[in-house]
């Protein structure tokens, strides 16, 4: 899997959007980019996942950009059940998820 | 979506004694399953990956006959860890991936206290 690199921690105040940036700039043409989260002492929740166009699901938003070294992950409005740490993770075939450090998203009310 | 359950979510055990953790994929059938291993405050390491009817691949420095993985059925695959210590203590949690699928699932996890 191509290395991801996070911001160690980010704030979101309550009913705005987060946006979560990831950069994936030695991600492989067959590659898909992944996001996860895992709430404090539960297995990481998949959020959402991509190639290259941009995708939405109920939970949030993942865009790609053109080049596909970089991504965004946007939940459009945090609520304080959002904090977690995310992990951005790119990946392809059956091989086991690597998961790098991730990202502290600490929402605030 | 796809559900995987783990089972028991904590456990405390005497050094020396051996626990037994299952992973179950209730709707759909895993091929693959990976168990991962988590100390507090860093992230999830891999430990194994066990295919349906065959042994399981460790990674390197995780104890094959100390981590005893059983994978007997497209829907349960088993982590023991035998004469267990309290260096062993950690939150263990395992994963599943339906043939054809994209997403990897995982279950809720187990806190492992050694005391």
């Known amino acids: 899997d191509a290395k991801t690199t996070q911001p160690t921690s980010m704030d979101c105040a309550e009913g705005r959007a987060a946006n979560l940036p990831c950069n994936h700039s030695?991600?492989?043409?067959?590659?898909?980019v992944y996001w996860y989260r895992q709430i404090h002492s539960q297995g990481p929740q998949y959020i959402i996942h991509?190639?290259?166009n941009n995708e939405t699901n109920e939970m949030a938003s993942l865009i790609i950009t053109e080049d596909r070294k970089s991504s965004t992950l946007i939940l459009p409005h945090a609520t304080l059940r959002d904090t977690a740490v995310y992990y951005c993770?790119?990946?392809?075939?059956?091989?086991?998820?690597?998961f790098g450090k991730g990202t502290r998203l600490s929402v605030i009310a | 979506g796809a559900v995987v359950s783990q089972h028991p979510s904590w456990v405390i055990c005497k050094s020396g004694t051996s626990v037994k953790i299952e992973c179950r994929s209730l709707?759909?059938?895993?091929?693959?399953m990976f168990w991962y291993r988590q100390f507090p405050k860093q992230s999830l390491m891999l430990m194994a990956t066990?295919?349906?009817?065959?042994?399981?691949?460790?990674e390197q420095g995780v104890e094959k006959d100390k981590f005893l993985i059983n994978h007997a059925s497209l829907t349960l695959s088993t982590l023991t860890v035998t004469s267990a210590h309290p260096e062993d203590s950690s939150f263990y949690i395992c994963?599943?991936?339906?043939?054809?699928?994209?997403?990897?699932?995982f279950g809720s996890g187990t806190q492992l206290s050694v005391l």
């Open positions: 709707d759909f059938q895993a091929t693959t």
């Open positions: 066990s295919n349906e009817g065959s042994k399981a691949t460790y």
């Open positions: 994963s599943a991936k339906g043939q054809g699928n994209e997403k990897l699932f």
């Open positions: 993770i790119a990946h392809s075939g059956n091989t086991p998820l690597v």
């Open positions: 030695t991600i492989s043409g067959n590659e898909y």
């Open positions: 991509g190639l290259k």
